[in-house]
């Protein structure tokens, strides 16, 4: 039984829903769908999962661009309804034909929707009967890439109740999948961290929801499987990258490391010609403004060019008639060499891959069926769309500001925690000092606290940084759990009065277990007020990797109700990747967190602010 | 395609006739004295000047009023109950700004003409926040919107986010002036407005002192707010900043209604 079918403005405003299904949604499985996966730029998926206290919903959508009108239906995830986004297509083609902006009430609709589920409830019905393997998708829907994706739900079969009609249902979805290249695969999971449903307007509290369902990331990932849609066309498939992916690090030659590196043990005697730097380096770039000027006519001439390219097959006469009338509506065919010209681009700037595709198909999902303004082409109607999609992805969902917190939590007399995580050798310990840098230059007093008790010489190293700060150090050693003299450290500011703890972590690959776990236990017994990661700005596609599963081992090794996931990216090693800024992108996608700060260089000043609006430059230009 | 070619060919035909009239023309034109010339053309501009001119008088007052706050403050069904008198089946969060140009739904019962305002609701979710600094430069005023219900566990991210919208530079040297509206205030829970104002101006008060020191690269807080050394009132602020109540789903909405009118002159 399908639980509801509402289709509202992308305003906001519900025109109409179903009375006849009535009974109300538990939750808000609406609002959680808009706010954590159609304003997350995961409009392209297939389907949302909700949960909340007695309700396990799947979600399934589908857009009207043009008139600016989004339909929705909800029913019961272990329901596999085959007829959903046949339905969903129906309700929007009829719909579409009454539809009004002046008028607000539809009630005439719902005898046309009594028709339309009928009709699309005995088309299922239909299809599970037959046993033969159909060639044709059932509805004349115009566009393939929609109403192929008509039974995919068949596919997950986890509970065969049906015996043998079932078989014959999933025949025909493999055999539609393999020849459309669609996967069934493609949806995210939610689940409401609170445990109850309501969460109008709890920006902070929902924050974890946006969490990309890592699960079904990795699934997807693993498997291959990609969702081509039409873009089959020959997208050159990059061979998973793994160049970036550092071993353990030779902390010896690395030159450029020098001046802030104390990672070799020898360096602990070099105490006598180490200076005191609390004060001299300058002001943290983190205070200072960078100004990037906003006007994109530089852009202008390039971009003219790039639009001829993308349209010099249908002749400059058609291609000027047609941007001067304005083109009908726009087709997923129109927008494919856009968009894959698009795609490549942010590839080229080390977008990991699977991002770069997920946020072309919201793109396309936000775009397919809108009227070309005149004078405009496709190609910079595309750009327009992806640059805006960027923005709000890269904008932070909550506060960043860490000193409001620090105030916040001496209120209450307890020093703000930050945990630092990472993987081997992406610079965790300086960066660390250089936000201690940081917090100083504010009049904030730091802890720091050695709790990398795995990787001999990580002590001394920040050893070394807490002298040339002035900052005081907890350390424990290297026999000691490391949650354990996280713990330690945190009540020795307390009685001591330090206002910031930063706790140092191993560095650990996301794959070793006994690491990941020890991870878990530290951030459980402590509840930091921030967990950062500490990611090399130089990763391409194993940053979704290694963000991805950081999230999950931590979601997985819970032992509290409370889930705790990453709250912040620091991005290091920023000066050295040029254009290649895709990184900061990729994270923040497939974490939801921010960027908080960015380490641009060797020196303790070298910490930024990220540039939403310059990165967003680059990652188009 | 074929059509296309003989789209073409036509087209040439036209640009050659019109050479000819233009060579026609030009010929003509020498033929006038210069002095009845220059008059001509003086007259023509200057009664382009004046057409281009009068739209420009017309839109010195702006007749913008926006409506802004967090996701779920009742935005949308405020404006909804401003335009219809009703917010209809309900509303579900914005993805995209709602605007209109309209007369106030209370106001289509009086005589005479009345001047319409051009209202935006702009989504309250933070990742469409940049959406408002569009609508910033026309706007006679701003509305933001607050849950006086919901207050409490939100006062921190409601504050900063008024402190944002305070701070920012259109804001502050067109003065534009903003109501903050306790919202949702038919339920016996909801705070007061006075309790909303007290916390507001705490929150902003040491928000003022982390954020004078380390200021977003992003948002351009180029001004600081209230007077140093004193604690933070809204007063204090170059432009008005009042406090009002409301509640969008009873249509209990006249004092925001006050407040356009206020600034948007019937
Ligand atoms: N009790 C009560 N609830 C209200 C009132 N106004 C709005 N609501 C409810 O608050 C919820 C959010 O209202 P919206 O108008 O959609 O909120 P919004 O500010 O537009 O939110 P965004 O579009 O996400 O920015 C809805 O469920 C409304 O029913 C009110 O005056 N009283
Ligand atoms: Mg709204």
Redesign the interface.
Known sequence: MLEQL?I??????????CKELGSALRGSP??TL??SC???ERSGLASFNYDAPGAAYTLKWTFHNEL?L?FVAVYQRILHLLYVDDLLNMVKREFSEIYDPKR??YDDFDETFRQLRMEAEARAEELRKSKQVMGKPVSNGKKQGQVNKVGFEGGNKKKSECGVARDGDDAMVKDRKMENGHSNGIHVGIKDPKGNGVV??????VSNNGAFDVNKLQKLRSKGVKKTDTVADKVPKADPKKKNMKKNRVWDDSPAEAKLDFTHPADQNGDQDMHVVAAEQGQSM??E??NVSSESEVEEDEEVERGSKADAKK?W??SI?QSIAGKANLERADLEPALKALKDRLMTKNVAEQIAEKLCESVAASLEGKKLASFTRVSSTVQAAMEEAL???L???????I??D???AKEQNRPYVVVFVGVNGVGKSTNLAKVAYWLLQ?KVSVMMAACDTFRSGAVEQLRTHARRLQIPIFEKGYEKDPAVVAKEAIQEATRNGSEVVLVDTAGRMQDNEPLMRALSKLIYLNNPDLVLFVGEALVGNDAVDQLSKFNQRLADLSTSPTTRLIDGILLTKFDTIDDKVGAALSMVYVSGAPVMFVGCGQSYTDL??????SIVKTLLK | MEGMEQWKVQVENWTNQLNQLLGQLLEQVHQVPPAQLYVAIAVLVFTVVVLLSIPLFKRKKSNTIVLTGLSGGGKTVLFYQLRDGSYHQGTVTSMEPNEGTFILRSETTKKGKIKPVHLVDVPGHSRLRPKLEEFLPQAAGLVFVVDALDFLPNCRAVSEYLYDVLTNAYVVKKKIPVLILCNKTEKVTAHTKDFIRKQMEKEIDKLRQSRSVVSAADITNDFTLGVPGAAFTFSQCQNRVTVAEASGLTGDISQVEEFIREHVKP
């Not at chain 1, 509202?8 to 829903?17: A, D, H, N, S, Y």
């Not at chain 1, 904008?395 to 500001?401: A, E, F, H, K, Q």
């Not at chain 1, 930024?608 to 609006?613: A, E, G, M, Q």
């Open positions: 509402l509202f403005t992308r305003g906001g405003l519900i025109l109409w829903t609406i609002d808009i706010r159609l304003l997350e600016g989004v607000t009430i109008n307007g709890k920006e902070n509290t983190m205070d403004e960078e002749g006469f058609s008639f923005v709000r992805i904008t932070p969902r909550r506060s960043i500001d000193l409001r620090v105030h916040a504010h930024k602010k990220l540039n939403v609006k």
